[in-house]
């Protein structure tokens, strides 16, 4: 490994531009208007803003300077608030109090989802949880909401794995307020590390795309960020609650869900729970599709305001699921447990370019069992199981500057994970009846990442613009090789060290349209699974893979381009972004002998020489009236493998969304009609076994009316017209490769009550 001071040498270097400022002058007008924190009360800096023909910066103070006009929209934007406008009235009426209020969105200026899952007056740009949604017993499954986000489906109920412009697995950054994380420790996925994610008390998931988001790690296709909510503190001591229920008709499913807490003037806590059970459930033809489960978490958490400048927070849950089937896998999940533990420390700082300072630590330990004891085998062969760990702990610092209208992120983390675990097989029939081999898994592997990144936004001009870096360094290591693993791989350490960087600029073109432009080039080492699982059929055919510790690090230099249309009751927006990878991590084909009769052979991941993926993203929405409202989604990416000359393995199809929403009986009535069209998807890999999918149409309904100020009552059907269909992602089941067809008509009902 080089030297500590030669990499400090070569990071100073990296991040040497991310510190260069610029300031912006501006003249003074008539009316004088601050902009400030919703939350937090500092002003907004750097902001833009234009009124009629008037167009400027907010300063250091958040001020912007206005010629009152009772005709003119007041049009904002700023980088980590997202783009907003004020009426007339509204301006009239911020000119009287002298302050506009806004919520940091925190975004950053990469491309990101916008999604609405209710109606709310701002364009969030991020999905904002309501009571269904934290239902949900996987937090991966609401990813799905967006066309851009499709999912891995090796069960009918959960362990939805999140697949975004065909980038998959390690390739997506998944965490918990920017840091926490979670490993597989199913070497099959089984249980992702979106299905870890407690949704009781998560108040949006981020979907940033593309490899912008170097905050918070390296995500070579996108980083998905699930926030929890912000602390409330009052002036006296109080109590509050929710517990809400739901029940699915198709698959018999129960979901349950509740919170009660303590909060007072420097202080707030609570526990959390939530329990989802399901049976079989059947397809559009009628046919049953196994999909048992249970899943559960129980929790705790605290928020205390030490002093005026320190907040302490803690989160500890526990979460476990049993006896879940995996049809499309050779065994079931039988237990999973699950600890997630978090403590951040944040310090405000007054009267200086530092404005905070947050530290923050986490832990997360896996511990799952997987077997074929549940399967109805005739004859029965063999018993097989394989109990397995991981380890995932961290630490994250990070501070934040205000340099007049730039802002500067920078700080350093330290990520560790490791995997261990063994399957057993014991042999029933044939010559080798009564033997027991036992076949090292993960090997006891580990990866250490060290990683330090900065982020800088300031204004030119009209324009806005962004620089992000960071240098990782990745130390893996085998701690247990097995024989058979150390044949193939005599070194079975690697060090490599990942820069990655991405710049963007964005401005208006005129009243309503604006455009921004990102740039990245990130860099990711292989994963635990690609460096070294030892012959365990893994991967979309039942070919057993073996990984290479010494693979190459692939690169992903990617090209981002969005328009965005916004007036008064209309919002449209349209992504067009294209990747080209170097040193694309897959696997293929070798003469190596298999550890299973059953597996055909084996694979080896390797790097290809290059791959392109380049696709589309279009969001449109409207306000119709004051009652009605309708959108439309889709999205679509095309991801071609230049090396074989051939379409890339697991690329969702074409995906279209159309929503009609309105409101009734004073607003209170809440009613929606949507429509789901996914086109066919014949680009597919021959060489990994992949099938035509057809395409299907779907439609769903569903109402909510309050019951009083205390109660929520929610009901709807989803696939209306009870279609057979499958998704292109959805793994097939047993050897004959039967698609697992997805539920078909199912009724959902709910109800939610809230205190005080």
């Known amino acids: 490994m080089k030297n500590l001071s030669f990499i400090l040498h070569r990071l100073i270097l990296s991040f040497a531009f991310l510190i260069l400022g610029v300031t912006q002058v501006f003249s003074q007008e008539k009316i004088r208007i601050k902009l400030q924190d919703a939350e937090q009360k500092n002003p907004i800096i750097g902001a833009t803003y234009r009124y009629g023909n008037e167009k400027g910066i907010s300063d250091v103070e958040g001020d912007i300077y206005l010629k009152y006009d009772e005709t003119t929209i007041l049009y904002l934007n700023h980088l980590s608030y997202g783009s907003w406008f004020l009426t007339p009235g509204e301006v009239l009426a911020a000119s009287q109090t002298g302050i506009i209020s806004r919520k940091e969105t925190m975004m950053g200026l990469q491309p990101v989802s ?16 309501s009571d269904q949604e934290r239902l949900h017993h996987d937090a991966g499954a609401i990813l799905m909401l967006n066309p851009a986000v499709s999912g891995i489906r090796k069960s009918g109920s959960f362990a939805f794995d999140p697949v975004m412009r065909g980038f998959k697995y390690d390739q997506l950054n998944v965490v918990i307020n920017g840091i926490q994380t979670a490993n597989a420790a199913c070497p099959n996925r089984m249980d992702p590390p979106t299905s870890q994610v407690a949704l009781n008390r998560i108040k949006q998931v981020e979907i940033l795309k593309g490899p912008h988001a170097l905050r918070y790690g390296i995500g070579l296709g996108g980083t998905i960020n699930y926030i929890p909510e912000s602390p409330v503190f009052t002036t006296e001591p109080g109590t509050y609650g929710r517990f809400s229920s739901l029940y699915e008709s198709n698959g018999n499913i129960w979901r349950n869900e509740g919170r009660i807490g303590f909060q007072g003037s420097n202080y707030e806590f609570g526990v959390l729970g939530s329990y989802s059970s399901g049976q079989d459930y059947q397809d559009g033809n009628g046919n049953l599709i196994p999909a048992n489960f249970k899943r559960g978490t129980v929790g705790l958490y605290g928020d205390i305001q030490v002093t005026d400048r320190d907040l302490v927070q803690l989160s500890v849950n526990r979460n476990f699921a049993r006896d879940v089937e995996f049809p499309s896998l050779a065994m079931d999940l039988r237990t999973d447990d699950t600890w997630m533990t978090s403590l951040y420390h944040t310090r405000a700082i007054h009267g200086q370019n530092l404005v905070s300072w947050t530290n923050s630590i986490y832990f997360t330990k896996v511990d799952h069992l997987m077997d ?53 097989r014991e042999m029933l029939m044939g010559p080798m009846a009564g033997k027991i081999f036992v076949d090292p898994v993960w090997q006891d592997s580990q990866i250490n990442k060290t990683g330090f990144f900065a982020n800088y936004t300031f204004p030119i001009g009209a324009s806005t613009f962004t620089a992000s870096g960071r240098l990782e360094i990745n130390q893996a290591q085998s701690n247990d090789p097995a024989e058979e693993f150390l044949l193939l791989n005599e070194d079975v350490i690697n060090t490599q060290v990942n820069p990655g960087i991405s710049v963007g600029i964005q401005r208006n073109l005129g009243q309503n349209f604006s455009t921004g432009i990102w740039a990245a080039s990130v860099q990711r080492s292989g994963s635990l699974l690609e460096r070294y699982i030892n012959f365990l059929p893994v991967g979309l055919d039942p070919w057993e893979l073996v990984g290479d510790p010494q693979i190459k690090p692939e690169t992903n230099h990617q090209l981002d381009w969005v328009l965005g249309f916004e007036k008064e009751g209309i919002f449209a927006e349209l992504t067009v972004f294209g990747s080209y990878i170097t040193d694309y991590i897959s696997s293929i084909k070798t003469d190596l002998t298999p550890r299973l009769p059953s597996s055909p052979g084996v694979r080896r991941y390797v790097n290809f020489d290059k791959a392109v993926k380049t696709g589309v993203e279009f969001s449109f929405h409207q306000k119709v009236g004051s009652r009605f409202s309708h959108s439309l989604d889709l999205a679509y990416t095309y991801a071609q493998d230049l090396e074989r000359d051939a379409p890339l393995p697991e690329v969702a199809p074409l995906d279209v969304r159309y929503r009609w929403m309105g409101q009734f009986v004073d607003g209170k009535l809440h009613s929606s009609l949507s429509l789901r069209l996914v086109s066919q998807q014949n680009r597919v890999s021959e060489a990994f076994g992949e099938g035509i999918t057809p395409g299907f149409t779907l439609v769903d309904w569903d109402a909510s009316y309050p019951l009083g100020d205390k109660f929520l009552i929610k009901g709807g059907v989803q696939n209306l017209l009870d279609k057979a269909y499958y998704e292109h992602l959805s793994r097939p089941i047993g050897t004959d490769k039967m698609p697992m067809y997805a539920p078909g008509r199912n009724f959902f009902l709910m109800l939610s009550f809230k205190f005080p």
């Open 114 to 129: 916008i999604i609405s899952i209710k109606m709310t007056e701002e364009k969030d740009k991020k999905i904002i949880l």
């Open 372 to 424: 074929n004891l549940l399967r109805e085998l005739n004859p029965r062969m063999v018993n097989a199981s394989t109990p397995a760990t991981t380890h995932n702990w961290g630490i994250r610092t990070e501070g934040t500057w205000q340099f007049d209208q730039a802002k500067l992120y920078a700080g350093m983390d330290y990520r560790s994970e490791s995997a261990d675990g063994n399957r057993t």
